[in-house]
């Protein structure tokens, strides 16, 4: 029996060439796009899942409320880790990282430096708690002495080639020399550590025992222990605030936990599954740059509804050719055939349709899969050998042929024979309204993706065309100015001598992605927990303002020609706000950099900035504060005419001649400030990409109905031409009842995508407002595209010798 039901659903595919394609077509679109997602999907949800005991492995998230900021960090205090440890048997292990940007790195001997781009501190029990596998070195000795280091497979073979590593020595930062104690394979890709490859010792690092509980730099992850959930766990951190984080802040502010809640502030700690943070966590002091779990959501959504359309496709175009199929039907019935028998020829067919979709899918699935990945910025490997995707590929084909085909196989074989046979059947009817519906679904869904796909666009050009408060145009970074030594103010004077530099910066801080320093400023003589002021403290030069042409709102900048301003403060308005000053000039303020207090630094402020974004437009401006420091980390040089590229040559020329052996790495500011919303520009160009998918699927379906449409109503457009109807009448009426639909999906669709995009749109501090002609746009383009796509078949039957049509009357 099965034999003979594929035999008769290929002769029928065969016999109906052109709507065969049509479903063909629009449903391997859809599954290929399906796939594709699907396995960027998978791809997002296996990070961090190598690891053993990755379900055990939680990182400890700070939430600090004070001095009018709200700090969401992934790092801890220095102790945290191991007085956890010592306090609570319910962990096995903890270790802690701090990480230091990037390095430059030689191999003991030479004279060329190259750059490692991320660098990190890690206690010895970092390997206790990850298990990431040692190919080299003595296990129990590694990373437990100071100035030695771990480095991965990768780096071993960046800096020895062949040799072995053990024993030999780098130097980073041309003044700091380490010994490779161990070789440990690269970390997975897939895991927010996957940056890291190489690993100094944290007993190196002066700051990882200072035991202050108000410095928050460390991140830290704890080994929970067999049977411990990490929710039970949890709770025990009110206890260390009271016993550990109290008696810091008593020490340092003169005040008690409960005075620093009722002034609003506050210090809690949480714990965040290992698994969780590639999705779920975007803090600041990341190790590396998250996703976002929204993505995924939106994606997968994405994927459903266009397999949906296609599906739609294919029940549609199966009852619009009701009248076509209706008369074999009444003949097997009248001949004895059961409706059972029918349905199971009917879904067959649509089987077999999806079967031959889910062949073409994969095909297009490959050939697609390296442009899907440069615009994801993925790595994804199409799974050939993975014999678990092939049966869940086989499963869904079925289960599209069975959804898709499911309606019309109990629609068409519902019709009665002897009506069908006599005429007397109104077949057009019966399926009319659904087939209505599904087009109004389709079109609802494209317009939706229309709508966002605008919304994200507007969104990056607000972003890319806002005031900052800072020119970022014609700005050159020149990176690791440390490998100037003492030489960065000759480079900088060097530079200002060049023709088309206007003038050049040397600093760490810049409002592009770069250093970040945390402090709570306090004015003079009110230590109280009320009167602090969270903000960043920025170590700048004289030229920093004039470079970045930054606006001093009162006072001035700093000046060579003030020996003072070494003692001198720049404050941001938001900063003075808090602070509560009505003339800010010349008050007092300080900061504490120990841990109890002992030690402070006074500033008076000489200047308050104009309010500038220095951080991501997702945030709101914080409080900032800059001092006349030495800081050397990066060059800002502020280029002016149009020949950049005979600028840059000339400042790496000087480059070499004063930092020989080292890397000259330069990016202007413009682009680095662009990297920062990578992401949502990625977003914008796979939405548009399946936005155009999902149209061009409804397009094949709706080109195939007004076909059907225009075939059958042949005959009424001939008699209508007989009468003197215009060619122009004939295509309006044909083309009218398909415009009412998509009129109907797009006012059905326009209030979902504002409520999807709006919520999207809460993620940054500063957007847009999203106005009425976003929509109209999108319903115009949608309309102009149905239009296009009915108007063919409709200008053909216009067109058509009424002759033709009528003659068999």
């Known amino acids: 029996m099965l034999k003979n039901y594929i035999k008769i659903a290929w002769r029928n595919l065969r016999k109906q060439k052109f709507y065969t394609f049509l479903n063909v077509f629009g449903l391997s679109l859809g599954l290929a796009s399906c796939l594709l997602i699907t396995l960027y999907v998978v791809d997002e949800l296996s990070y961090d899942k190598s690891f053993t005991n990755a379900e055990r492995i939680y990182r400890v998230n700070s939430d600090i409320r004070f001095g009018g900021a709200d700090m969401k960090l992934a790092e801890a205090p220095d102790p945290m880790a191991f007085t956890m440890l010592q306090e609570y048997p319910q962990l096995e292990a903890a270790t802690r990282l701090r990480k230091y940007g990037s390095y430059l790195v030689r191999r003991t001997g030479t004279t060329e430096n190259l750059e490692e781009a991320q660098v990190a501190y890690a206690d010895s029990t970092f390997f206790?708690?990850?298990?990431?596998?040692?190919?080299?070195?003595?296990?129990?000795?590694?990373?437990?002495?100071?100035?030695?280091?771990?480095?991965?497979?990768?780096?071993?073979?960046?800096?020895?080639?062949?040799?072995?590593?053990?024993?030999?020595?780098?130097?980073?930062?041309?003044?700091?020399?380490?010994?490779?104690?161990?070789?440990?394979?690269?970390?997975?890709?897939?895991?927010h550590l996957s940056t890291l490859n190489m690993l100094l010792s944290m007993s190196t690092n002066k700051h990882s025992r200072e035991g202050n509980w108000g410095s928050h730099n460390f991140a830290t992850y704890l080994l929970l222990r067999e049977g411990v959930s990490g929710a039970a766990f949890e709770k025990n951190f009110d206890a260390v605030v009271e016993k550990y984080t109290g008696k810091w802040v008593r020490s340092v502010m003169g005040a008690s936990l409960d005075d620093l809640r009722k002034s609003g502030s506050y210090i809690k700690y949480t714990l965040m599954?290992?698994?969780?943070?590639?999705?779920?966590?975007?803090?600041?002091?990341?190790?590396?740059?998250?996703?976002?779990?929204?993505?995924?959501?939106?994606?997968?959504?994405?994927?459903?509804?266009?397999?949906a359309i296609a599906c739609v496709n294919f029940m549609n175009l199966a009852t619009a050719r009701s009248s076509n199929r209706a008369k074999e039907v009444g003949v097997r019935k009248a001949l004895g055939s059961e409706r059972s028998s029918l349905i199971n020829q009917f879904l067959t067919e649509a089987i077999m349709l999806s079967f031959l979709s889910l062949t073409m899918a994969v095909l297009l699935a490959i050939i697609a899969l390296p442009l899907f990945n440069n615009l994801?910025?993925?790595?994804?490997?199409?799974?050939?050998?993975?014999?678990?995707?092939?049966?869940?590929?086989?499963?869904?084909?079925?289960?599209?042929?069975?959804?898709?085909?499911?309606?019309?196989?109990?629609?068409?074989?519902?019709?009665?024979?002897?009506?069908?046979?006599?005429?007397?059947?109104?077949?057009?009817?019966?399926?009319?309204?659904?087939?209505?519906?599904?087009?109004?679904?389709?079109?609802?869904?494209?317009?939706?993706?229309?709508?966002?796909?605008g919304v994200i666009y507007k969104q990056l050009?607000?972003?890319?065309?806002?005031?900052?408060?800072?020119?970022?145009?014609?700005?050159?970074?020149?990176?690791?100015?440390?490998?100037?030594?003492?030489?960065?103010s000759a480079f900088k004077e060097q530079v200002a001598i060049l023709p088309n530099v206007e003038?050049?910066?040397?600093?760490?801080?810049?409002?592009?992605?770069?250093?970040?320093?945390?402090?709570?400023?306090?004015?003079?003589?009110?230590?109280?927990?009320?009167?602090?002021?969270?903000?960043?403290?920025?170590?700048?030069?004289?030229?920093?303002?004039?470079?970045l042409n930054l606006e001093i709102k009162t006072g001035r900048a700093f000046l060579e020609d003030f020996p003072s301003d070494s003692s001198g403060i720049i404050i941001n308005e938001t900063a003075a706000k808090i602070l509560g000053f009505a003339d800010p000039i010349g008050k007092k303020i300080f900061n504490m950099d120990d841990p109890y207090g002992n030690e402070r630094e006074t500033f008076t402020i000489i200047g308050v900035v104009k309010n500038f974004h220095f951080a991501s437009l997702r945030d709101n401006i914080g409080g900032l504060s800059m001092v006349l420091?030495?800081?050397?980390?990066?060059?800002?040089?502020?280029?002016?005419?149009?020949?950049?590229?005979?600028?840059?040559?000339?400042?790496?020329?000087?480059?070499?001649?004063?930092?020989?052996?080292?890397?000259?790495?330069?990016?202007?500011?413009?682009?680095?400030?662009?990297?920062?919303?990578?992401?949502?520009?990625?977003?914008?160009?796979?939405?548009?990409?399946?936005?155009?998918?999902s149209i061009i699927i409804g397009c094949l379906g709706l080109f195939g109905l007004s076909a059907y449409t225009a075939e059958r109503r042949t005959k009424e457009i001939g008699v209508r031409k007989v009468l003197g109807a215009s060619v122009g009448s004939i295509v309006g009426l044909l083309s009218k009842d398909f415009i009412k639909l998509v009129l109907i999906s797009i006012l059905l669709g326009s209030p979902i995508a504002w409520y999807a995009m709006n919520t999207w749109l809460q993620d940054f501090a500063y957007h847009i407002e999203i106005s009425w002609w976003m929509f109209a746009i999108a319903g115009v383009l949608a309309i102009v595209i149905a239009l296009l796509t009915v108007s063919y078949q409709s200008i053909r039957a216009a067109l058509m010798n009424p002759v033709k049509s009528l003659k068999s009357e």
């Open 128 to 191: 206790q708690v990850f298990q990431i596998p040692m190919i080299a070195g003595d296990t129990k000795r590694i990373l437990t002495e100071p100035n030695t280091l771990v480095i991965s497979e990768r780096d071993a073979d960046k800096y020895f080639g062949k040799e072995d590593p053990i024993g030999k020595t780098l130097l980073l930062n041309n003044n700091q020399t380490y010994t490779v104690t161990g070789v440990m394979e690269n970390i997975p890709t897939h895991s």
């Open 629 to 693: 420091k030495p800081s050397q980390g990066l060059v800002a040089i502020k280029l002016k005419g149009n020949d950049y590229q005979q600028t840059v040559s000339q400042i790496g020329n000087l480059w070499k001649s004063m930092a020989p052996g080292q890397p000259f790495a330069y990016e202007f500011m413009d682009a680095d400030f662009d990297k920062q919303y990578r992401s949502e520009q990625r977003v914008g160009q796979i939405f548009i990409t399946f936005a155009i998918i």
């Open 503 to 547: 003038s050049s910066t040397v600093t760490s801080f810049l409002p592009t992605p770069s250093s970040r320093s945390d402090n709570s400023m306090f004015p003079e003589g009110q230590l109280q927990q009320d009167k602090g002021v969270s903000m960043q403290k920025w170590a700048v030069d004289h030229d920093f303002v004039k470079t």
């Open 273 to 307: 599954p290992l698994t969780d943070i590639h999705l779920h966590s975007n803090r600041q002091a990341e190790i590396a740059v998250n996703s976002n779990i929204q993505y995924v959501y939106i994606f997968s959504v994405v994927a459903l509804f266009l397999l």
């Open 461 to 488: 050009n607000y972003i890319q065309t806002k005031q900052l408060g800072y020119n970022k145009e014609h700005i050159l970074i020149v990176k690791n100015a440390y490998a100037l030594d003492k030489k960065s």
């Open 376 to 453: 994801a910025n993925k790595e994804i490997v199409f799974p050939y050998q993975n014999v678990l995707f092939w049966i869940i590929a086989v499963v869904t084909a079925i289960v599209v042929g069975v959804m898709a085909g499911s309606y019309p196989a109990f629609f068409l074989s519902s019709f009665q024979p002897l009506k069908v046979l006599k005429g007397s059947m109104e077949i057009e009817g019966k399926g009319g309204y659904l087939r209505n519906s599904l087009v109004v679904f389709q079109f609802m869904i494209s317009v939706m993706l229309l709508i966002g796909t």
